[in-house]
């Protein structure tokens, strides 16, 4: 089974900190994707890429930006946090194709 | 963009029973049609998905419907279980690469 991994299930960071969220896959997939999930919002796109360098803006990408620099890992950079940045994120992996996405576990970040 | 309306937002049933719930989509150029389970502390889960040239599909329980012209998309769920309560996520691609999702539906099966 694919398997996306997400470096920290909980954290809490201080206003104004700069944060890293870490995703790495481990099935050689292409396509990367960071979303953030809040209740009655659902899912949205923060940034996403198809390939190592490569990134794309999503629908909500103020206040964040991404780097891939190997296939495996995608990182989500909050550059100075604020408290409307708490929320859980959503790392996701996939071939495209029409064959879905595999999500991780999550990180439900706190901004104090 | 595509905009994605699921409804209804939460939904209980008896075990036993069967649950719908119940999407619609605006682009009618979107072609691939999954959902999603997400259990409480995980991340969700692709547990079906439709294409465009297909009118239904089943596996076990779950049942997907789609109607193009009408640009909606049904999940069932039928003899419901426990295991089932969960929050469920619709999604619609044009591209086969990135989705567009549903606002989710909390359901809870009763024992």
């Known amino acids: 089974d694919v398997k996306v991994t997400q470096s920290s299930r909980y954290l809490v ?12 896959q481990d099935m050689d997939h292409e396509n990367m994707f960071w979303y953030r999930q809040d209740p009655g919002l659902g899912l949205r796109l923060i940034y996403f890429s198809y390939d190592v360098k490569m990134k794309e803006k999503g629908d909500i990408p103020e206040g964040y930006s991404v780097s891939r620099e190997k296939k495996e890992r995608f ?33 439900r970040l706190t901004v104090v | ?32 049609f999954p959902w999603y389970k997400q259990e409480l ?3 969700p889960q ?10 239904e ?10 109607n193009k012209t009408a640009k909606h998309f049904s999940l069932h769920i039928t003899e419901t ?31």
């Open chain 2, 57 to 66: 599909k089943k596996d076990q329980r779950i049942a997907v419907t789609l």
């Open chain 1, 75 to 107: 990182s989500l950079i909050l550059e100075s946090a604020s408290t409307n940045q708490t929320s859980m994120y959503l790392c996701a992996s996939g071939i495209g194709s029409r064959n879905g996405y595999t999500f991780g576990s999550g990180t």
């Open chain 2, 1 to 32: 963009g595509e905009n994605v309306e699921q409804h209804p937002s939460t939904l209980s049933v008896q075990e036993g029973d069967s649950a719908v719930i119940k999407c619609t989509y605006s682009d009618s150029a979107s072609n691939y």
């Open chain 2, 41 to 43: 502390g995980k991340g």
């Open chain 2, 46 to 55: 692709l547990i079906i998905d439709i294409r465009s040239n297909v009118g």
């Open chain 1, 13 to 24: 960071k201080r206003t104004g900190e700069k944060v890293f969220l870490e995703c790495v």
């Open chain 2, 81 to 111: 279980q426990p295991e089932d309560s969960a929050v469920y996520f619709c999604a619609a691609s044009i591209t086969g690469n990135q989705f567009y999702f549903g606002t989710g539906t909390s359901l809870t099966v009763i024992p």
